[in-house]
């Protein structure tokens, strides 16, 4: 029997808690961008692993579509004509470490995004989230789903 090495792992599945935007959270690099509390934008923290995979850590934006209690995203086009896309900005957090520092390495450290409330209606602060990777199909490349984890199955 021959045993094929992996190339490429990841966690199917993740849990998170969909967070307020806090400027004492968030790296002293975005002051000038971010330079205040935004309680009109609900902030995701990405799962780490599946940012590699999808390709989202080297994108500047992130294409989000939301589909009432469940958001995909992807850097490609997913076709989903009747549903509205949100083109989200992308940044970064320290990975284990200083959550003010300047010093952030797109290669290692986290990965989030924050989408206006207008958005996305049916989530609030605090909601917790499942994170699930969809492997490419013919009818869509890979991406992100999240979802709230009470709407999960």
């Known amino acids: 029997m021959k045993i094929v090495p992996m190339t490429e792992t990841v966690d199917t599945s993740s849990h998170s808690v969909v967070r307020p935007h806090r400027v004492s959270e968030q790296s ?6 971010l330079p205040e509390d935004n309680e ?5 923290d990405l799962p780490w692993d599946m940012v590699n995979i999808v390709g989202i850590r080297w994108a500047d934006r992130l294409r989000v579509i939301s589909d009432n209690d ?15 896309e949100y083109d989200a900005p992308l ?5 284990n470490g200083f959550v003010k520092s300047s010093e952030l390495v797109i290669e290692s450290d986290n990965v989030y995004t924050l989408l206006p409330k207008e958005f996305i209606p049916n989530w609030n602060a605090y909601d917790t989230v ?3 990777y ?8 890979r991406h992100i789903e999240a979802k709230h984890t009470n709407n999960s199955s």
């Open 134 to 141: 969809i492997h490419e199909t013919e009818k869509d490349d």
């Open 40 to 44: 009109e934008v609900l902030r995701f």
């Open 28 to 33: 002293v690099v975005y002051q000038n961008e």
């Open 91 to 95: 940044y970064l957090s320290k990975r």
């Open 70 to 84: 469940r958001l995909l995203m992807s850097v490609l086009p997913l076709p989903r004509p009747n549903l509205y």
């Open 130 to 132: 499942e994170y699930s």
